[in-house]
């Protein structure tokens, strides 16, 4: 069973697959590769998992050669030397502008072979193969492509497109629980900005997601999809709308941040920005007791944490100040308007540091 999305983005549309086995399935990559060079960029985690199922589906598609470059694993290495050494594999191997690069992995390798595939002879033809929850829903669509700054995540970077997306829901049974509940988080928010019958799913279907139950996951992944590809292709590169999907991020970032990067992962403190974002708008008159009550609840099943860290108020207030994301100083919060509606405002500090002190962040 596959499901197939168009991405659709003018003469940059391009297809995303999704089902159980796909990695197998030469004929999906066959029409991209033929007669052409491939790397495939991964990392020393997904490689030894599924670099050589891989290069073998990739020699059945027809391509000239398939050669690999195996990364280390961290967001420490989305970096401009990590970087560097997919440079050097390609042009060691005389890799042309025909060339093909496959991302192999998680977000991390995602967005790293895709700036590498934007850059590299000024543009060569790019695939996702996402391997985690996270990337399948989230950074596998929109064509945004980096490497981070020691001054700042994701600070250097294009937008580019892939020519197609290959979501193998079978390569998620070998991710660790806590990156499952990852892309539950951003999952829940897509439910929670665009699609009320769809959160109302991701509640009933709960169980069978945390048991990796193929048929639900690959449903999810679907429809999280069309979401983000909806906001994405009417607000390609950020004007406005797209910034819907920062939902809970704002004092997601600052949990980030103030814990210190990798004590708490992306998608918990997403999931937890989304409960302190939820008590906000429920402060405002915007969310009902019984609807930022059930949000908070749908977290809490996905295995993500609800509770914010003692950080301080000042000092959540001055890590979001930060927020890369803010207009000219004043904090952009996304905020719902019942659940399934959402936009950006700016909120009453005053609002703010009650929500956070009531929810122990002070
Ligand atoms: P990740 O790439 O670090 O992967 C998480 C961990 O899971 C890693 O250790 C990885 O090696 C491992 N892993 C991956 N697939 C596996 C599998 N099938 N089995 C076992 N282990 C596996 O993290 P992520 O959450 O996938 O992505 C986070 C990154 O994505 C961040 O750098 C973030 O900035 C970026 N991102 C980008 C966008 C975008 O629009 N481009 C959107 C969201 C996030
Ligand atoms: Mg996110």
Known sequence: MMHTLEVDLGDRSYPIYIGAGLLEQQGLFAPHVAGRTVMVCTNTTVGPLYLERILGTLQLAGAKAAHSVVLPDGETYKDWPTLQRIFDALLTQHCDRKTVIVALGGGVIGDMAGFAAATYMRGVPFIQVPTTLLSQVDSSVGGKTGINHPAGKNMIGAFYQPQAVVADIATLNTLPDRELSCGLAEIIKHGAIADTDYLLQVEQWMPRLLARDAEALALVVKRSCEIKADVVSKDEREGGLRAILNFGHTFGHAIEAGMGYGQWLHGEAV?????????????????????????????????????????????????????????????????????????????????????LTDLGAG
């Open 271 to 355: 999931g937890c920005g989304m409960v302190i974002a939820a008590q906000l708008c429920l402060r405002m008159g915007r969310l009902s007791a019984d609807e930022a009550a059930r949000l908070k609840k749908i977290v809490i099943e996905a295995k993500l944490p609800a509770i914010p860290p003692a950080l301080g108020v000042d000092r959540f207030l001055e890590l979001m100040a930060h927020d890369k994301k803010n207009d000219a100083g004043a904090i952009k919060y996304v905020l719902l308007s019942g659940l399934g509606k959402a936009s950006t405002s700016p909120a009453d500090e005053a609002l703010v540091r009650q929500t």
